[in-house]
């Protein structure tokens, strides 16, 4: 967020250097090679030589202003087409890394507002499955990135470590253990499936089902959910999501802060195009 802002007041500073230059004083110039200069009246000590000078272009404002045209391409790029993230903590395991480098589709849910974020042209809207990065509903200069696991109008359980979307219980498959190197040691480790898509989750069979952690269960429209000491149920509102950490046990999610609404969405995450210690890592995810 932070950065957007910035790469904005670049552009419009080096936009303003850039137009001054093209519209005043290149036209100056061609004024000068053209022999069009006004004649300047004897009581008058400035020369056309003198007068040159003064309307050319400083070299710093030539300079500056030639940055306009890259940061053009690299506002509207990261505006509306896609944008990179780098992943800073375990809450996506086993499906994201940390230090996995990723791009985001910003225009597959909609055209938004540069930094607002508002739509302007919706296109679709984001599904149970999605991996979609959002603006932190508790501080929105920061971006979060979180899996869907239900959307407006469902009704998402949590029971048992086991996910259940309006009644029915979510397929989970077993698979070989998840072996963290920075906690060393093992996690149970699942295929879970959500509607038609199937997605890797992690488990920790030491950790409670409902995390104990200051504000659990205590956000805006909390009163559409309901805790207890085996899980939770939440009815989703309307142009909202329910979104969770792949890392079960280990995600700062909607069972803490809530909600995701539509206008926090910032696009899909879909590539990692580069992780600077396991090249292995580059490639589509699920």
Same mark, same amino acid.
């Given at each position: 967020?932070?950065?957007?802002?910035? #790469?904005?007041? *670049?552009?419009?500073?080096?936009? $303003? =250097?850039?137009?001054?230059? /093209?519209?005043?004083? +290149?036209?100056?110039?061609?004024?000068?090679?053209k022999?069009?200069a006004p004649?300047?009246?004897?009581?008058?000590?400035?020369?056309?030589?003198?007068?040159?000078?003064?309307?050319?272009?400083?070299?710093?404002?030539?300079?500056?202003?030639?940055?306009?045209?890259?940061?053009?391409?690299?506002?509207?790029?990261?505006?509306?087409?896609?944008?990179?993230?780098?992943?800073?903590?375990?809450?996506? #395991?086993?499906? *994201?890394?940390?230090?996995?480098? $990723? =791009?985001?589709?910003?225009? /597959?849910?909609?055209? +938004?507002?540069?930094?607002?974020?508002?739509?302007?042209?919706p296109?679709?809207?984001?599904?149970?499955?999605?991996?979609i990065?959002?603006?932190?509903?508790?501080?929105?200069s920061?971006?979060?990135i979180?899996?869907?696991?239900?959307?407006?109008?469902?009704?998402?359980?949590?029971?048992?470590?086991?996910?259940?979307?309006?009644?029915?219980?979510?397929?989970?498959?077993?698979?070989?253990?998840?072996?963290?190197?920075?906690?060393?040691?093992?996690?149970?480790?699942?295929?879970?499936? /959500?509607g038609?898509?199937?997605?890797?989750?992690i488990?920790?069979?030491?950790?409670?089902?409902?995390?104990?952690?200051?504000g659990?269960?205590?956000?805006?429209?909390?009163?559409?959910?309901?805790?207890?000491?085996?899980?939770?149920y939440?009815?989703?509102?309307?142009?909202?999501?329910?979104?969770?950490?792949?890392?079960?046990?280990?995600?700062?999610?909607?069972?803490?802060?809530?909600?995701?609404?539509?206008?926090?969405?910032?696009?899909?995450?879909?590539?990692?195009?580069?992780?600077?210690?396991?090249l292995?890592?580059?490639?589509?995810?699920?």
């Amino acid at each position: 967020m932070t950065f957007s802002i910035v #790469l904005f007041l *670049l552009l419009i500073i080096t936009g $303003i =250097l850039y137009f001054l230059d /093209i519209f005043y004083f +290149r036209a100056y110039a061609k004024i000068f090679d053209k022999n069009e200069a006004p004649e300047i009246s004897h009581s008058n000590k400035v020369s056309k030589k003198e007068l040159k000078k003064v309307t050319c272009a400083p070299v710093w404002l030539d300079y500056i202003g030639s940055f306009f045209p890259v940061i053009l391409f690299v506002f509207v790029l990261r505006s509306f087409i896609a944008e990179p993230f780098r992943i800073p903590s375990e809450s996506m #395991l086993p499906t *994201l890394e940390v230090g996995d480098l $990723i =791009l985001v589709n910003k225009f /597959i849910y909609g055209i +938004r507002l540069p930094i607002l974020g508002n739509q302007l042209i919706p296109v679709k809207n984001p599904k149970a499955g999605d991996v979609i990065v959002f603006r932190y509903p508790v501080d929105p200069s920061l971006d979060y990135i979180k899996r869907v696991v239900a959307v407006g109008g469902d009704r998402i359980e949590y029971r048992d470590k086991r996910l259940f979307i309006n009644g029915k219980p979510q397929a989970t498959t077993s698979l070989d253990h998840y072996y963290s190197a920075r906690r060393l040691r093992f996690f149970n480790q699942f295929e879970e499936s /959500i509607g038609n898509h199937s997605h890797r989750i992690i488990v920790d069979d030491e950790a409670p089902v409902v995390p104990a952690q200051a504000g659990a269960g205590i956000f805006p429209k909390s009163d559409r959910c309901v805790f207890n000491s085996t899980g939770f149920y939440c009815d989703v509102p309307e142009n909202h999501y329910f979104v969770m950490g792949d890392n079960r046990d280990n995600s700062s999610d909607s069972r803490f802060w809530g909600f995701v609404s539509n206008e926090q969405v910032v696009g899909k995450a879909f590539l990692i195009w580069m992780n600077l210690t396991n090249l292995s890592r580059i490639g589509f995810f699920r």
